[in-house]
């Protein structure tokens, strides 16, 4: 018998793609089930085009609030609500407006009198919540293995590219994942070493921190600055793209889930939670000594762990010293030696 699934997701760009890959999972193990999938707006444009997800998008809490009003006024329920990600007041809010016979949640904290809750192991992938919400219900469901928008990925292979354009993403949200201005030098010169005749393009949020203060950086030639503000824009400047390089930021993700070969570089982050195990077309760098921690410096603004890692990937020195990190950097516990070992993941 088919069944009737709201899947919803209220988080940021990465989560929600990470977190598709899990809505993906259960679609393609279960066809004949009506899935609708409820999500902000930007993201929901990127996921219109998979036709066997209706998507619902909304701008702000009170439209999210209408869209469910709708749902529960026009609709007949559904036998499954599967929060896959989001936190706060707002996954009340959507438990109680939505009439369904299962409400479960990847974290039941945030309204317990009405989610049930999947199970989380203690150290986990960023797609175990969303997964552990669709196996509660469909216990049989593969797990998510790599993250694609179908629709967009089609669009990406189909796309003219009459000039090989390599795309770097040099900024996150926080500033001990940004690259600084070195760093993306010595980026870009070993990126010409390896594609002489390709457009380096740097694409850059300038309402990022620490963006606006990157981009006063000269560039070298046959490189150039594109800076986005909406994601739309972003998209349609990824589809001219050959190749993805640049930090852990959501627009890795974007860029895999529609079909690129990226290059990904990690400082305080880790790979194993960030990059899906079958991901095709990944390379990862990360120093070796850090293994597979966390770092939890939240203040740091020169992460030396990052800018060596790409100097390491690319044999210069690196550009930030240690002692530019902060007291507690667990860098500062280890030799300077230890600074040259990378850890370097290519696709099999």
Known sequence: MSRRILFAIRSKLGDTLVSYAAV????????GDAVTLLTRADYARLFEGDRDVRVIGFDS???????????RLREPGFDVLGVLWGSGRPIATIGRQVRAARKIAWNRKFAPDIFEQGELPREYPQVAPAMSVVRAFAPETPQ???????SLAARHAAASRPQEVIGIAPTADELRRNFDAPTLL????ELRRRHPQALLRI????GIEGAPALMQTPLPPGCEWRGFRDLRDLVEQYMGLAAWVGTDTGLYHLA?????????????????KVVMPAQPGVTWARLAVLGETHCEQKDC???CCLHQAVADYCHVPGPTSIDETPAACPLRAHPASALQELRLHEPA
Do not use: C, K
């Open 144 to 150: 998510a293995v790599r993250t694609l928008i179908p």
């Open 256 to 272: 895999v889930a529609m079909g690129m070969p990226a290059t990904l570089f990690f400082g305080p982050s880790q790979p194993h």
């Open 61 to 71: 809490r009170v439209e999210m609030f209408f869209r469910l009003l709708w749902l």
């Open 203 to 206: 694409h850059v949020n300038p």
């Open 24 to 31: 993906r999972a259960y679609v393609d193990a279960h066809p």
């Open 186 to 189: 010595i980026l870009l010169a």
């Open 301 to 303: 603004v020169r992460p």
